[in-house]
């Protein structure tokens, strides 16, 4: 077994990666996110009347008036947006190997554009749809336990969460909900309480446990499932530290995002309401959506290049 992990060191070291080489990474993604970006709009265009949409928003419909927009029955729905889900994933598989590829093995890929579609993107792609399905294996197990122990069937579960869904669409803020809607919201709210619970906690541990997972199956050629299990003995809690100290800077990245944010935002708005100064409004408009790229590219390199490092300390024994 490798020496602990330096939780500092791992830290640091994702996060330099992220300032020295987010570039790099927009290289990689920008045209898997495209191509899925325009999957995902020609999929909603061909399955909803949007202009169902344009009147009456999202989040105030009701499940009925949702399904009127849909061109086909909810089956349909699933399995297309399902196979969308997948090709969104394998896309995003091909950044994760190149990211691989340059923190572990140092080969950084040169050139504008990447589209991978080679083993070790099916690789990553495969060991993402596993760990996927371990943790759905995970979650029905729970919701089986949850129904035993509380005695109840799914079917009640499922009609009274409709019944909540239905009522909170059309309900008013400050409106008194009738003894129908307080007994479903606790017959959902009890087997969710109890399904969280009892999943937390599975959930977590292989989600540490498969940390060097995608990233050892991107540079060895084969699925390092078991291996990713084996390999991360004795360092649970070193791997834990690392990802909190990660999300932690990443959250105080976020928040100085969001207040340059609001003062691009106010100064664009305020410079639209002023003669002579939409030029500096489309300016700082501008500025705020490169600002919003630039955070979300940095913060996925971050969090890309860590599991990588992870897994190259633990293989190299660094």
């Avoid at 029955?73 to 947006?81: G, S």
């Avoid at 869904?165 to 479903?184: E, N, V």
Wanted: hydrophobic letters at 55%; a negative charge; proline letters at 3%.
């Amino acid at each position: 077994m490798s020496a602990r992990l330096p939780i500092g060191d791992v830290a640091n070291e994702a996060v330099q990666f992220g300032i020295a080489h987010w570039i790099t990474v927009l290289r990689f993604a920008w045209l898997p996110y495209l191509i899925g970006g325009m999957i995902v709009a020609a999929s909603l265009f061909l399955t909803f009347d949007l202009t169902a949409f344009s009147s009456t928003a999202v989040n105030s419909m009701t499940i009925d008036e949702f399904m009127e927009a849909a061109r086909y029955p909810l089956p349909i729905l699933a399995i297309v947006f399902l196979i969308v889900g997948l090709v969104f994933t394998f896309l995003t598989a091909g950044i994760f190997s190149n990211i691989a590829d340059f923190v572990v093995i140092g080969d950084k890929r040169g050139g504008f554009v990447h589209l991978r579609t080679d083993g070790p993107t099916q690789r990553v792609f495969h060991s993402y749809v596993i760990s996927g399905l371990i943790s759905l294996l995970i979650v029905s197990l729970a919701a089986v336990v949850a129904l035993l122990i509380t005695g109840k069937d799914l079917q009640p579960i499922i009609v009274a969460f409709k019944e909540l869904a239905a009522y909170s669409a059309q309900a008013t803020p400050g409106q008194q909900p009738p003894q129908d809607i307080i007994d479903a919201s606790l017959e959902v709210g009890g087997f969710f309480g109890l399904l969280v619970l009892l999943s937390s906690i599975p959930l977590f541990y292989t989600s540490i446990k498969l940390t060097p997972f995608s990233a050892g199956s991107a540079i060895e050629n084969r699925l390092i499932l078991f291996k990713s299990f084996s390999m991360t003995t004795g360092h649970f809690w070193s791997i834990v530290l690392s990802i909190i100290l990660i999300l932690l800077f990443l959250i105080v990245v976020q928040m100085i995002y969001s207040l340059a944010d609001i003062v691009l935002n106010g100064a664009a708005t305020y410079f639209s309401s002023q003669q002579g100064t939409a030029l500096l409004a489309v300016v700082f408009t501008v500025i705020s959506a490169i600002a919003a790229v630039v955070v979300q590219v940095f913060s996925m390199t971050v969090q890309a290049a860590l599991q990588c490092i992870i897994y190259r300390r633990l293989e190299t024994g660094e």
